[in-house]
């Protein structure tokens, strides 16, 4: 199973990001995503799992939960918006690794790319990014990856290139 993963997308879906999720057997979006149109773009392409984030309006908090936790492929799956980074997780996020105990943990919101092992809870700490072209960000971002028999294989970051719209 190959999972397109990305965040804070901010309203923005591009050909570029279409292509690598046309791809992907499911799309995951850890919050910000800006456009009721954006998650409907992302719907069309193929099976999405997100989360709504702190930009999203009522229409895309009613549609989305603030957290997915599921189980793929014999992997246990935690998927937030604002979550912080391996000893330095906000209150809110460490309380849903203690009470669910994920072997992926994923968030956005920094719109930094960063994927790390958790000694201290046993899990991989994922975060793709920002693929949109608003926030402080550099360089677009997001992660794919394939989940075989509970294990990430393939693991790959994606560059779309610098933010700002150029069109």
């Known amino acids: 199973m190959k999972i397109g993963l990305l965040s804070d997308t901010h309203g923005y879906i591009g050909k570029e990001i279409n292509d690598v999720l046309e791809t992907c057997d ?23 799992r997100a989360v709504y984030g702190n930009i999203d309006d009522h229409r895309i908090r009613a549609a989305l939960p603030e957290d997915q936790i599921f189980q793929l492929n014999g992997l246990k799956v935690v ?5 912080g980074y391996p000893s330095r997780y906000n209150s809110r996020a460490r309380g849903l690794i203690l009470s669910q105990q994920p072997e992926l943990f994923i968030c956005g919101h920094s719109h930094i790319l960063k ?25 677009r971002t997001m992660l794919t990856f394939d989940i075989v028999n509970g294990q990430l294989d393939n693991l790959a970051a994606v560059e779309f290139g610098r933010r700002g719209r150029t069109e």
């Open 115 to 139: 994927v790390m092992k958790d000694q201290k809870y046993r899990h991989l700490h994922m975060n793709p990014g920002a693929a949109g072209h608003h926030g402080f960000h550099v360089i």
């Open 79 to 83: 998927v937030t918006h604002i979550g």
């Open 26 to 48: 499911e799309i995951w979006h850890a919050g910000d995503i800006g456009t009721m149109d954006v998650l409907e773009a992302l719907e069309s392409i193929g099976p999405v």
